[in-house]
C-alpha cells in the first residue's frame, strides 16, 4: 500500500531533550515536506526537500533540521524542544517537485513540556 | 506571495442540510486549488482540486467546488451532509515558487460540526 508514515505519532517530551520524529514514504517520490498544524493558523512549512541531499527551510523553521540521506527518508530533529513547539506535526511527499498533488503522513502529536 | 483566508472557523450544520464552507485566495499568478479533509485523528485527505478546465469540479464524498477568478473563491459545498461529513477542512492554493517547487499554501481551517 502507498503511503507516508510517521513515527511516533505521540509523544510527550521534556523541555531540552533531543528528540527525533521519523517520516518513510513508500512511493518513490522525490519530494518531501514537514508542516506543523496549530489551531487558528492552518499547516505551515517547516522544512522540504527537492531530492537527496537537498533541503531547505520553508516558512517556520527556527528550532528544527532535516536530514535527507535516503530517497525515502526524511527525519525532523529537535536538537532541544522547547514549549512553543508543542503541536500537530505532518510529513507529505509528492513524486517531484513540481507535483500539485502531496500526500501526507497520520501525523504525530508533540507535547514539550 | 499567495494567501487563503479561510471565512469561518466552525460552521454547525444539522444532518441532511446542506452547507458551504468558503474559501478566498490571493494571488498575483496562476494558481491551483485544494481542499483537503482532516478526520478526527487522522492525516490530511485530498477531497478534490483544481487545475484546469470547469469551474466546477467534483470531489470525493459529494463534495464540489467552484473556482470563481474575478472573486478569487473557492468555495466547498455539499446539498446534504452526514455526520460522517465532521470534520477539519482546509483550502489550500498551489503555485510555482521560485526554487522550482509546488509550494502548498493552507488557510486556517474550517470544523464543520454535523448534529443529527
Known amino acids: 500500500e502507498a503511503q507516508v508514515t510517521q513515527n511516533p505519532r505521540y509523544l510527550i517530551t521534556v523541555t531540552g531533550k533531543k528528540l527525533t520524529v521519523t517520516c518513510s514514504q513508500n512511493m518513490n517520490h522525490e519530494y518531501m515536506s514537514w508542516y506543523r498544524q496549530d489551531p487558528g493558523l492552518g499547516l505551515r512549512q517547516i522544512y522540504y526537500s527537492m531530492n537527496v541531499e537537498v533541503t531547505d527551510k520553508g516558512d517556520v523553521p527556527e528550532g528544527y533540521k532535516v536530514s535527507r540521506k535516503e530517497k525515502r527518508n526524511f527525519p525532523l530533529i529537535l536538537e532541544s524542544p522547547s514549549p512553543n513547539q508543542t503541536s500537530l506535526y505532518f510529513c507529505?511527499?509528492?513524486?517531484?517537485?513540481?507535483?500539485?498533488?502531496?500526500?501526507f503522513g497520520p501525523g504525530t502529536r508533540l507535547t514539550v513540556t | 506571495a499567495q494567501s487563503v483566508t479561510q471565512l469561518d472557523s466552525q460552521v454547525p450544520v444539522f444532518e441532511e442540510a446542506p452547507v458551504e464552507l468558503r474559501c478566498n485566495y490571493s494571488s498575483s499568478v496562476s494558481v491551483y486549488l485544494f481542499w483537503y479533509v482532516q478526520y478526527p485523528n487522522q492525516g490530511l485527505q485530498l477531497l478534490l482540486k483544481?487545475?484546469?478546465?470547469?469551474?466546477l469540479v467534483k470531489g470525493i464524498n459529494g463534495f464540489e467546488a467552484e473556482f470563481n477568478k474575478s472573486q478569487t473563491s473557492f468555495h466547498l459545498r455539499k446539498p446534504s451532509v452526514h455526520i460522517s461529513d465532521t470534520a477539519e477542512y482546509f483550502c489550500?492554493?498551489?503555485?510555482?515558487?521560485?526554487?522550482?517547487?509546488?509550494?502548498?499554501?493552507f488557510g486556517a481551517g474550517t470544523r464543520l460540526a454535523v448534529h443529527p
Open positions: 507529505a511527499s509528492s513524486l517531484v517537485p513540481s507535483s500539485y498533488e502531496q500526500y
Open positions: 489550500a492554493v498551489s503555485s510555482k515558487f521560485s526554487g522550482g517547487y509546488n509550494k502548498l499554501i
Open positions: 483544481y487545475l484546469s478546465g470547469s469551474t
